[in-house]
T-cell receptor
Framework: DGGITQSPKYLFRKEGQNVTLSCEQN?????MYWYRQDPGQGLRLIYY???????QKGDIAEGYSVSREKKESFPLTVTSAQKNPTAFYLC?????????FGPGTRLTVL | GIQVEQSPPDLILQEGANSTLRCNFS?????LQWFHQNPWGQLINLFY?????KQNGRLSATTVATERYSLLYISSSQTTDSGVYFC???????????WGAGTKLIIKP
């Protein structure tokens, strides 16, 4: 099946730890995106990548890092520098007129 | 920066009712999209609609770019329509999407 997968679905982290969220797509899309969603709010862009080995900061990149070594994969690392990381994280791929979203990862910092 | 405001924030309707959701934006944009997020968090794109009107089954959308608003119409609501409806506009300067806070729709059987 074609689509976007994210793992894990739920993630718990202790303060001070880095964690990496996985995002994989087999839709052959060049562009991939990471968004953060907080309760009752819309999505905010963390990072995006329009091509392999290149990525750009979004509006809230501080405390996050990404890599794009393969077209299919765009992992997001939430570092200890992110002051309030508890949120729902969504990965997407696609073009300007259509973005396809993964099922999301719910990160909780204990 | 661009402000995107959606109204109403919450809407509760009986099955079979019609509804209109509104999205206002504060500046000129490249395009506008409507999304639906189901209660489990899955987001899907409903419409890419920089201007004009589009229809897809019971859903239709209209964007009046010169007046900076868009409307999403849902007719004959079903319980599966429940969830949060977002509009997102594409910033002219860097093509990034700016999202509204959403309208939470609950359809009661």
């Amino acid at each position: 099946d074609g689509g976007i997968t994210q793992s894990p679905k739920y993630l718990f982290r202790k303060e001070g730890q880095n964690v990496t969220l996985s995002c994989e797509q087999n839709l052959n899309h060049d562009a991939m995106y990471w968004y953060r969603q907080d309760p009752g709010q819309g999505l905010r862009l963390i990072y995006y990548s329009q091509i392999v080995n290149d990525f750009q900061k979004g509006d809230i990149a501080e405390g996050y890092s990404v890599s794009r070594e393969k077209k299919e994969s765009f992992p997001l690392t939430v570092t200890s520098a992110q002051k309030n990381p508890t949120a729902f994280y969504l990965c997407a791929s696609g073009q300007r007129d259509t973005q396809y979203f993964g099922p999301g990862t719910r990160l909780t910092v204990l | 920066g661009i402000q995107v405001e959606q109204s109403p924030p919450d809407l509760i309707l009986q099955e079979g009712a019609n509804s209109t959701l509104r999205c206002n934006f504060s500046d000129s944009v490249n395009n506008l999209q409507w999304f639906h997020q189901n209660p489990w968090g899955q987001l899907i794109n409903l419409f890419y609609i920089p201007s004009g009107t589009k229809q897809n089954g019971r859903l239709s959308a209209t964007t009046v770019a010169t007046e900076r608003y868009s409307l999403l119409y849902i007719s004959s609501s079903q319980t599966t329509d429940s969830g949060v409806y977002f509009c997102a506009v594409e910033r002219r300067s860097n093509y990034q999407l700016i999202w509204g806070a959403g309208t939470k729709l609950i359809i009661k059987p």
